[in-house]
């Protein structure tokens, strides 16, 4: 009589009809590990004109789940080799548990949990998904473009309310980090530039090289970077929250679009908000290296602000505005879609916002790279 362990029997016999007759006795509650099922297997290949299993557990005072598991397998054994699995024998609560493991569908990727994927698979996987997100990401700025194509005819639900709040939200209130952080990109260009210049005698060409490089370039840019840092991320998490929330799909269930009342003042505000931040972020950056140059250059105030006033073209100016305010819409335009494609918990949310984020700076460099290259080739 084979042994399932201490406290628990295991016997194996032939019945007439070519039936495999299991019996079980004894607390399987006592158990470490499932009992063995290689008996049972050794019977089945010693018997091959085995036609059904069937179990006797009149003597079991107790199982767990080692115990349904184990049944389980037999289950299993039989479904490979064509043989009947007759339940009959075991107990209601173990039946009723075998009925909802058949009911219910294993996961197909339950296999691989902690597992290591193939290479193909992963990469097939990995294009997939990036296929996917590149249809959302043309998807979602197509219903942008519709909004505001409904805004223009004045049939879109906006509310310059809401507009108006934000625009104070992500323009007078990011004044302070907008300007701390240019001064510092003010002074460093201005350091920079005199360290090399100074070799040359031409201290006095760190006044062009501040103002030239700030409203061209380092203006926009770096408010451009701050605002998906500061406001981009939060448009993500508030529209996530309400994602969580169940606020947008009440929305819809109104016949409310939430592109039209949600993304779009989002949009609108930053749109008008940053011109104004990047002539703000100009003037702070060049006010920066002067600092630089009337501290350490021996250059007077005057000269600086002249060669200042000289290097920087109107073209130049607007050039960095126009920017700006594209850089603008790529902020809220990461921001918002992460946060609607958000998921329903949390870890969701925040998961949107590093995805905004990431999103917006990839999208900011990108586009000032392309900015770069069309004014080559046009001459500005």
Not at 33 to 52: F, G, H, Y
Not at 307 to 327: D, M, P, Q, Y
Request: charged share 15%.
């Amino acid at each position: 009589m084979p042994q399932a362990g201490p406290g628990a029997n295991l016997t194996v016999q032939h019945a007439p009809a070519g039936a495999l007759l299991v019996g079980l006795s004894g607390d399987y509650r006592e158990q470490n590990e499932l009992p063995n099922k290689r008996t049972i297997r050794e019977a089945l290949d010693n018997a091959p004109d085995v036609k059904s299993l069937s179990f006797e557990t009149g003597g079991v005072t107790g199982w767990d789940v080692l115990f349904v598991a184990f049944i389980r397998n037999c289950a299993e054994l039989c479904r490979e080799r064509n043989i009947e699995f007759r339940d009959e024998g075991l107990p209601e609560g173990v039946r009723r548990l075998l009925r909802l493991a058949r009911a219910v569908p294993e996961k197909k990727d339950v296999g691989r949990a902690g597992g290591k994927v193939p290479f193909l698979p992963k990469v097939g996987e990995g294009v997939l998904k990036g296929w996917a997100g590149t249809i959302g990401l043309f998807a979602f700025l197509g219903e942008c473009l519709l909004a505001m194509g409904n805004l223009l005819r004045g049939r879109a639900r906006f509310r310059w309310s809401d507009a108006f709040l934000i625009v104070q939200q992500c323009g007078p209130q990011a004044l302070g980090i907008v300007a701390m952080i240019n001064f510092l990109v003010g002074l460093i260009l201005a350091f920079v530039g005199a360290t090399e210049l100074m070799r040359f005698g031409a201290s006095i060409y760190v006044a062009d090289l501040v103002g030239v490089a700030t409203v061209r370039e380092m203006g926009c840019l770096m408010t451009g970077i701050i605002l998906c840092g500061r406001t981009g991320a939060a448009f993500a998490a508030q529209l996530g929250t309400m994602r969580v929330n169940e606020e947008i799909s009440a929305l819809e269930t109104f016949g409310v679009p939430p592109m039209e009342f949600l993304v779009l003042p989002r949009m609108m505000a930053l749109i008008v908000a940053m011109p104004f931040l990047c002539a703000f972020a100009d003037f702070i950056s060049i006010a920066g290296g002067y600092v630089v140059s009337v501290s350490m250059l021996n250059v007077s105030s005057t000269e600086y602000l002249l060669r200042t006033i000289h290097a920087i073209e109107l073209k130049s100016f607007v050039l960095g505005i126009v920017k700006g305010s594209f850089f603008g819409f790529l902020v809220a335009y990461s921001g918002c879609m992460r946060g609607m494609q958000s998921g329903y918990s949390a870890a969701a949310v925040g998961e949107a916002t590093t995805k905004a984020v990431v999103t917006g700076i990839t999208a900011i460099i990108a586009s000032d790279g392309i900015f770069a290259v069309i004014c080559h080739a046009l001459g500005i």
